[in-house]
């Protein structure tokens, strides 16, 4: 763009404008003009052929329009003549039968009959005979009954005197035209009167009764036959056309549709095809007979009209070519001289300009110069810069002092607008330093206040200004910065608060120097709370590691270095601090590193706060808590004694049933040798056979008893075993004593090597099985089922899974989530102790640090087991 918005223009661009923008509107002017020329000429041209146009239209037009209305007239002499002679032929006749009755004077009614009868049939009409003083009609009563029809009820004698009458009363030779408006018919009668003895007659011709409508069709088919008129006809009741394709033959319309046109002709049959109303559309190009449903129109034909204007509208459209490139011609011409005109100007303003840009850039460079210089030290100093002038009391604002303030350009304005931002409480103080530099007393205001800001609150600024006066010594206009210092007073007021809050407190407030002996430069009063001073620390120079505990010193200072080695914000300890009276006490300290400008950790500000207490309490906590612990074991060593002097009472139990048989083995062998070792028929070879049998028993009896020593031997490591030999094992102690209770055990497993606490796993079998055993037992009193316990063992993924079922009954689901609580028991007190499932839950999930779930099935319940394999 030539012209860019807010852009300060140099000499350069000036004179570059100066150069282009002669030029371009040469070049606009020449081409409006081109632009005018040509809408110009073409709306002259348009104007000029629709003018030749609409004249050869119009007189189009009114050739159709008169080719119509002597169509019509045509029509109208043709109807007219078509009547003229039936009235000839009536008249004729009439005079005929007139001339017959006077020279036979109605004296033979029979022969008179037939001749009118004759007539009839030969001349195509009906006749009449009627007297005048009686209305007796002698002959051809039908015709006027048909008359009758037409005006009167026919029925009722009186219409038929009236009409009689009317005839009469025309006189003799009256010509009558009776028309039948709703069948469009006509039937034309003559009559005239003949006296025979003094009785006057009327006799009267009737000719046939004819359709209008018929008539008018004839006239106008005959018409267009005859070639004289280029004329085409439409019945719009039977929606045929005549001579539409200048064909002398009948169509349907529907029929011409198929191959409709763009012409006048299909526009007008269009209309009438779907509309029966007369159009004013087409009056001039047709007429349409209203009576009887009828059109008739010319061949209208724009193409004539085109083709008999084309070559004149050619050379109008030439003539207009030819003076467009003539005017063209000419603005070219004249904007090539004022071109060279204008590049001859330029040159010369050119010259003047450079003289003058070389000298102004001069001066430029060294504005910029300082421009920058004084940008770069507002920018530095981060201060709002603002401008009053005294005499019109405006006051400009830079941006930065509106961002500060959150104000917009135009809200800020005058002197007292500025004025009355400023807080209550620092308006006097303002008010009285702009008093003095009113009074000259002094040209420079340096102030700390509070402004308003745009969102109701204040903000703490240092204003910095100087004034300035005229050649008058008057008070112009003022220089002024204002500096936020908003956070740094808000921050002082904050610590002021904090020091305030706790000078007296519990919490002691400190600040240490960053060296050697960490010297304190501020401690709160509150220090008073370990029996010292203030003045103790800060006067007397008395040290912050003075307070610790000689054995927590070392503790401290690993976490100071710590801290700033790490470069960390902050950190936190917890130290033995020696009070005044010698006594120890705890403290919590939390502190803050403060560095200096050049990054290095300075001071240190923190807080120490007495927790004494707090740790006392963890104390007596602690040593309560191992007091429970203490209590805990003991409980659960007494609940595993008396799980494992159950599982024994079980177990002496199995060792007494698996003993009895081959005890009684035994017993039968010893009195079998004692009946027969002095029977010679006894061999040796067969009392050794029944001391291997005995000896056979009693290592059977011995493996047994090894076998339940093994099984209440506790493992005391883990180690890598058979889970299914494992339960076999088990099973083979406990199986005579499950199947002498009509109990079946089913043991479905896959190999499975885990690495765990096996008689662990044992006992927990055991328990499980024990409890399946009691609910199987007791449900065996109340009803008879064949009870069984299964056993599943398989693997899935990295996981061992034992599932042991029963149909002994479900568990009621509000106190399925307590059984593997010690000592609750669903049994009697003599019947179980509670403990049995509770320790299982221990083995399996804190020694063996698996997990055991327990939900009800169809009719029994389910222990799931889950192990790392």
Same mark, same amino acid.
């Given at each position: 763009m030539i012209f860019k918005k807010n852009k300060k223009y140099s000499l350069n661009d000036i004179e570059r404008l100066y150069s282009q923008i002669p030029l371009i509107f040469i070049i606009l002017i020449a081409l409006l003009s081109f632009l005018i020329t040509f809408f110009i000429l073409e709306s002259k041209q348009t104007r000029q052929i629709d003018l030749l146009k609409q004249k050869y239209f119009l007189n189009y037009e009114f050739t159709q329009k008169e080719e119509i209305s002597k169509f019509k007239s045509y029509i109208d002499k043709r109807l007219k003549s078509r009547f003229s002679k039936e009235e000839i032929h009536l008249k004729n006749i009439t005079?005929?039968?007139?001339?017959?009755? /006077?020279?036979?004077?109605?004296?033979?009614?029979? %022969?008179? *009959?037939?001749?009118?009868?004759n007539i009839e049939n030969s001349e195509n009409v009906n006749l009449t005979i009627f007297k005048? %003083? *009686?209305? @007796?009609?002698?002959?051809?009563? /039908?015709?006027? +009954?048909?008359?009758?029809?037409?005006?009167? %009820?026919?029925k009722d004698k009186k219409y038929k005197d009236f009409i009689l009458m009317y005839i009469y009363s025309q006189g003799s030779e009256n010509l009558q035209y009776w028309k039948d408006d709703i069948a469009n018919t006509v039937r034309l009668s003559f009559f005239d009167k003949v006296i025979i003895d003094d009785e006057e007659y009327y006799i009267g011709s009737f000719s046939t009764i004819n359709s209008? +409508?018929?008539?008018?069709?004839?006239?106008?088919? #005959?018409?267009?036959?005859?070639? #004289?008129?280029?004329?085409?006809?439409? @019945?719009?009741?039977l929606q045929k056309t005549y001579n539409f394709n200048k064909q002398k033959k009948y169509i349907d319309s529907s029929e011409l549709f198929k191959n409709e046109k763009n012409t006048k002709s299909y526009e007008i049959l269009k209309h009438y095809f779907n509309d029966f109303e007369y159009s004013d559309n087409f009056k001039n190009y047709s007429y349409f007979y209203t009576k009887y449903n009828f059109l008739v129109s010319t061949f209208y034909n724009n193409e004539i009209v085109e083709n008999q204007i084309k070559d004149t509208i050619s050379k109008i459209k030439k003539e207009y070519r030819n003076l467009f490139l003539k005017i063209f011609s000419y603005i070219l011409v004249g904007s090539t001289l004022l071109i060279l005109l204008t590049y001859l100007f330029i040159n010369f303003i050119k010259k003047i300009i450079t003289e003058y840009n070389d000298e102004l850039e001069n001066k430029t460079v060294s504005l910029i110069h300082w421009k920058k210089r004084f940008e770069l030290a507002i920018i530095a100093s981060n201060d709002g810069l603002w401008d009053i002038d005294f005499k019109t009391q405006k006051i400009y604002f830079?941006?930065?002092?509106?961002?500060?303030?959150?104000?917009?350009k135009d809200e800020v304005l005058t002197f007292s607008d500025w004025f009355n931002?400023?807080?209550? =409480? #620092?308006?006097?103080?303002?008010?009285?330093?702009?008093?003095?530099?009113?009074?000259?007393?002094?040209?420079?205001?340096?102030? =700390?206040?509070?402004?308003?800001?745009?969102n109701e609150g204040f903000k703490w600024v240092l204003a910095r200004g100087k004034s300035f006066v005229d050649e008058n010594n008057e008070l112009d206009r003022m220089l002024m910065m204002s500096m936020d210092i908003d956070k740094n007073k808000r921050m002082k007021k904050e610590l002021l608060d904090i020091e305030l809050l706790v000078e007296d407190g519990k919490i002691v407030i400190f600040k240490l120097i960053n060296n050697e002996n960490l010297s304190v430069q501020y401690i709160s009063n509150s220090i008073q709370t370990f029996g010292f001073s203030k003045n103790m620390f800060e006067k007397e120079n008395m040290r912050f590691m003075d307070l610790i505990h000689k054995e927590d010193i070392a503790n401290v200072q690993v976490a100071i270095n710590a801290a700033v080695k790490k470069d960390l914000p902050n950190f936190t300890f917890t130290c033995r601090i020696i009070n005044a009276a010698n006594e120890i006490r705890w403290i919590s300290s939390r502190v803050i590193l403060i560095k200096n400008h050049t990054g290095q950790v300075s001071h240190f500000y923190g807080y120490l706060n007495d927790i004494t207490k707090i740790k006392l309490s963890e104390e007596e906590l602690k040593l309560k808590v191992e007091e429970e612990l203490s209590k805990n074991r003991e409980k659960d060593r007494i609940l595993i004694q008396q799980n494992k002097l159950a599982a024994m009472g079980e177990m002496l139990g199995n060792i007494a049933h698996q003993w009895r048989q081959p005890l009684n083995n035994v017993s039968l062998i010893l009195q079998f040798l004692r009946d027969n070792y002095k029977n010679k028929e006894v061999s040796e070879e067969k009392l050794d056979k029944f001391m291997n049998k005995a000896n056979k028993h009693i290592e059977y009896m011995s493996e047994t008893i090894d076998d339940f020593r093994n099984f209440y031997k506790p493992s005391k490591t883990q180690n890598k075993f058979f889970v299914n030999e494992s339960i076999d094992t088990l099973l083979y102690m406990v199986r005579n004593q499950y199947e002498s209770e009509n109990i079946k055990i089913n043991f479905e497993y896959e190999n499975i090597e885990i690495t765990n606490y096996e008689n662990e796993l044992k006992q927990a079998l055991l328990n499980i099985l024990n409890n399946a055993k009691d609910a199987l037992l007791s449900k065996k009193h109340i009803e008879d089922f064949d009870a069984f316990i299964n056993i599943f063992l398989y693997k899935n993924k990295e996981k061992m899974i034992l599932e042991i079922s029963n149909n002994g009954g479900n568990i009621d689901e509000e106190i399925l989530y307590k059984i593997f609580e010690p000592y609750f028991t669903t049994k009697f =007190?003599? /019947?179980?102790?509670?403990?049995?499932?509770?320790m299982t839950k221990s083995i399996i999930e804190t020694n063996m640090k698996g997990k055991i779930e327990v939900q009800n099935i169809s009719d029994g319940v389910k222990f799931t087991i889950t192990l790392n394999i």
């Open positions: 005079y005929k039968v007139v001339g017959y009755i /006077q020279s036979n004077r109605l004296k033979e009614f029979d %022969n008179l *009959n037939n001749y009118l009868r005048k %003083n *009686n209305l @007796d009609i002698l002959y051809g009563n /039908q015709s006027i +009954k048909y008359l009758q029809s037409l005006i009167y %009820n026919y209008i +409508k018929v008539i008018t069709q004839n006239a106008i088919i #005959d018409a267009i036959n005859t070639d #004289d008129f280029d004329i085409w006809f439409y @019945d719009i009741i830079s941006d930065k002092w509106l961002d500060m303030f959150g104000y917009e931002l400023i807080h209550n =409480e #620092d308006r006097p103080n303002v008010e009285k330093l702009f008093d003095k530099i009113f009074a000259k007393a002094d040209d420079t205001f340096i102030c =700390e206040y509070r402004l308003k800001t745009k =007190e003599t /019947q179980g102790t509670g403990i049995g499932l509770y």
